[in-house]
Structure formats: structure tokens, C-alpha cells
């Protein structure tokens, strides 16, 4: 399987999430946000990459070029979060 291949693949299954949950997500937007949630840093971060990993366990094994992009990204995040707590 190619990178584009699975790319159209997740986009698919994503878009079908989507419009399951689609309900869920406009009533938690309806609700304000704390500033302790919008600020929540590195522990908000780690907890929505846990969130996200769970939920997307089994696709993790189906799509492992965008694993690999992922984990990329989750790092490059965490670094710049933690950089710029540092200054």
C-alpha cells in the first residue's frame, strides 16, 4: 500500500467517523472552554495523543507510513511545547 493509498484509505474512514460523531462534537462546542483547558500545555498534549492512539489503535496497524508521520509530529510537538516553556 502507498502513502496517497493510504491517505485516501484514513480520509475515508475518517470522514465516516466524523459523521457519526458529528452530534457529540457540535455539543461539545457548545460548551466554553476554561482557560485551564485552552492553556493545559504539555499534560493536555500528552492526554489527547493517549485519546487519539486508543481510539485509532487497530488503524495505527493498517496505516503504518501516516504511524510513522504521526509519531513524527507528536514529537516535533512536544519539543516545541517544551522549548518554549523553557523561555
Known sequence: MTLQSEIAALKALLDERARAAKAGAE???????????A???????????GET????GQDIDRFPRL?????????????????????
Open 39 to 49: 492553556t493545559g500545555g504539555v499534560d493536555a498534549l500528552l492526554a489527547a495523543v
Open 27 to 37: 455539543a461539545a462546542a457548545a460548551r466554553p472552554a476554561s482557560e485551564e483547558e
Open 67 to 87: 504511524a510513522a508521520l504521526a509519531a513524527f509530529a507528536v514529537g516535533l510537538s512536544l519539543g516545541m511545547v517544551l522549548t518554549s516553556r523553557r523561555h
Open 53 to 56: 492512539v486508543e481510539e485509532f
